[in-house]
T-cell receptor, first 112, second 117 residues
Framework: DAKTTQPPSMDCAEGRAANLPCNHS???????VYWYRQIHSQGPQYIIH???NNETNEMASLIITEDRKSSTLILPHATLRDTAVYYC?????????????FGSGTQLTVLP | GAGVSQSPSNKVTEKGKDVELRCDPI?????LYWYRQRLGQGLEFLIY????????KSGLPSDRFSAERTGESVSTLTIQRTQQEDSAVYLC???????????????FGPGTRLLVL
């Protein structure tokens, strides 16, 4: 199982880009990197995922290094509502299931 | 519906009582997961349903926990003889569930907050 490492907390000024790093040095060739976030008292929310190419959607951009050992989630214009815990995940398969395993994540606080 | 829904949103029960938690997955999603999240902690996998296959129950913590799913629709998680340690948020997620697919995006419901007194 590929393990991920994230900083425990980060602050970002409202309107600025938030760059959240993640290390996954033991990732396998066919494992995807997923990002979810969890706003206080809500269920986890899917943000984006990628294999090796950079990805962008309406919520964020995902930059994966060429060696795939790390990635960065970019929220281009952070708002107060982006304050949440952000989880970087590499797909884990145990038995027949493909359940997600969340680490401790990064608590992003967007400051006014 | 547009997303995964769960009911009730909150449940307070007395120790020893049985509770039933409901999950309505996104229409067309064949895979359904139940997780538990204790206060300040990460997700704990409970059970996984994929189409008509036998469910993967490897995460259920004890025989007091059981779950059913009717076809590819609603699922019910039942906790019998609840204990205070069962207090947590119970989260349901669904995904398209392509067999053999490595990638599989899971979409979560808002959760049911269970408090056992």
């Amino acid at each position: 199982d590929a393990k991920t490492t994230q900083p425990p907390s980060m602050d970002c000024a409202e309107g600025r880009a938030a760059n959240l790093p993640c290390n996954h040095s033991t990732i396998s060739g066919n494992e995807y990197v997923y990002w979810y976030r969890q706003i206080h008292s809500q269920g986890p929310q899917y943000i984006i995922h990628g294999l090796k190419n950079n990805e962008t959607n309406e919520m964020a951009s995902l930059i994966i290094t060429e060696d795939r050992k790390s990635s960065t989630l970019i929220l281009p214009h952070a708002t107060l509502r982006d304050t949440a815990v952000y989880y970087c995940i590499v797909r884990v398969k145990i038995g027949s299931a493909r359940q997600l395993t969340f680490g401790s994540g990064t608590q992003l606080t967007v400051l006014p | 519906g547009a997303g995964v829904s769960q009911s009730p949103s909150n449940k307070v029960t007395e120790k020893g009582k049985d509770v039933e938690l409901r999950c309505d997955p996104i229409s067309g999603h064949t895979a359904l997961y139940w997780y538990r999240q204790r206060l300040g902690q990460g997700l704990e996998f409970l059970i996984y349903f994929q189409g008509n296959s036998a469910p993967d129950k490897s995460g259920l913590p004890s025989d007091r926990f059981s779950a059913e799913r009717t076809g590819e629709s609603v699922s019910t998680l039942t906790i019998q003889r609840t204990q205070q340690e069962d207090s947590a948020v119970y989260l349901c997620a669904s995904s398209l569930g392509f067999p053999g697919a490595v990638q599989e995006t899971q979409y979560f419901g808002p959760g049911t907050r269970l408090l056992v007194l």
